[in-house]
């Protein structure tokens, strides 16, 4: 996740070891085993298995007990505020397929304590645009998905079309024709979400049935204005 220092944070969210497929935990009964200890600045993960000790470094651990709204709170809102401030933020979910970044990102669909980073980012955003009454707000969004190796508009009237992408020296690297929507409640926003979700590429793998088959963007675009001393 990029702040206005240019710094990056590395976050590693364990997924709880039980699954119906069970194709995806990390437990004894397997040969492996992950033990965390927490030093003072960084948490050190080590994943031992029957032939290779693996050390890895992270700025926060969120453990099988952690809550969406847990994971926000530590992932997203710095990022939010940096946005918010004028510096571009970006928050990308790494892992394998099953591994739960979907669930992260976007949420399950049963249970509203289940929303994901993008529903609270835009849930956040809106309260903050309404803590501040003195400057106006226009939010933006698009959404795309990078599928063997071509980029789709899933918020086109045509999901399946390819789209170029391009570059110009103002706004440096962009989609040509990518939709973009102005949204305006909560409400607009989960229907332009649920839109996009349907017309994502999925098929079955050997590890998950409903794999997404494709990486996502989901963009966020805010434009702000106050008003000047001549009134403008």
Same mark, same amino acid.
């Given at each position: 996740?990029?702040?206005? +220092? ?21 437990? +004894? ?204």
């Amino acid at each position: 996740m990029a702040s206005k +220092d240019r710094g990056v944070r590395i976050f590693l969210r364990v997924r709880p070891t039980k699954k119906p497929s069970g194709y995806f935990k990390f437990s +004894d009964e397997d040969g492996c085993k992950v033990d965390f200890n927490v030093p003072l600045e960084q948490i050190h993960g080590h994943v031992n298995n029957t032939r290779q000790n693996f050390k890895f470094k992270f700025n926060g651990l969120l453990d099988m007990k952690a809550t969406q709204e847990e994971v926000f709170d530590t992932v997203a809102k710095p990022s939010i505020q940096n946005a918010l401030n004028g510096f571009n933020s970006t928050i990308f979910a790494y892992g394998q397929t099953g591994s739960g970044k979907t669930f992260t990102i976007t949420g399950g669909p049963e249970h509203y304590v289940d929303r994901g980073i993008i529903p609270r980012t835009l849930s956040h955003c809106f309260q903050m645009f309404a803590e501040n009454p003195d400057r106006t707000y226009t939010m933006h969004i698009s959404y795309l998905e990078i599928y063997n190796e071509e980029i789709r508009d899933l918020l086109g009237k045509d999901p399946k079309h390819k789209l170029d992408l391009k570059e110009n020296i103002d706004s440096g690297v962009y989609v040509k024709d990518l939709t973009s929507f102005v949204v305006k409640s909560v409400g607009e926003i989960d229907q332009v979400m649920q839109a996009g979700k349907k017309n994502r590429s999925t098929g079955a793998t050997l590890m998950n049935q409903t794999s997404s088959r494709s990486h996502s963007i989901f963009t966020i675009t805010v434009e702000t204005a106050e008003t000047g001393e001549d009134g403008e």
